[in-house]
């Protein structure tokens, strides 16, 4: 399976506005896979946040992020893009992309194949 590697994590105020990239080692893996972004902040366990499908067409977010992080896809579909915006110091925490078998995106993390290393966010106060 190919590799998955998030970036453009760092640190940021309060009300600033991130993007997170993933991209595939093989360049094509979001073509075939639902791909999703998760969060896992220490001593808390990995929550979803976002999947968009193997089209591109459906995205679909965890309430708790809606209207503030949006999930997209490059046209070559060679990055997963999670734009967060109105940041908050609860959502630092380490920010991860994983992949999973077409079809409705699931929340689980078990239901993901593939993981990146994660990118962490930091967001002061």
């Known amino acids: 399976q190919a590799q998955l590697v998030e970036s453009g994590g760092g640190s940021v105020q309060a009300g600033d506005s991130l993007r997170l990239s993933c991209s595939a080692s093989?360049?094509?893996?979001?073509?075939?896979?639902?791909t999703g972004w998760f969060r896992q902040a220490p001593g808390k366990e990995r929550e979803f946040l976002a999947a968009?499908?193997?089209?591109?067409?459906?995205?679909y977010n965890d309430d708790s992020v809606k209207g503030r992080f949006t999930v997209s896809k490059d046209k070559f579909q060679s990055r997963v893009y999670l734009q967060m915006s109105n940041l908050k110091s609860e959502d630092t925490a380490v920010y991860y992309c994983a992949c999973a078998q077409p079809g409705t995106p699931s929340r689980l993390t078990s239901s993901y194949e593939s993981w990146g290393p994660g990118t962490q966010v930091t967001v002061s106060s």
């Open positions: 093989d360049g094509r893996t979001f073509m075939w896979y639902t």
């Open positions: 968009i499908s193997r089209s591109g067409h459906s995205t």
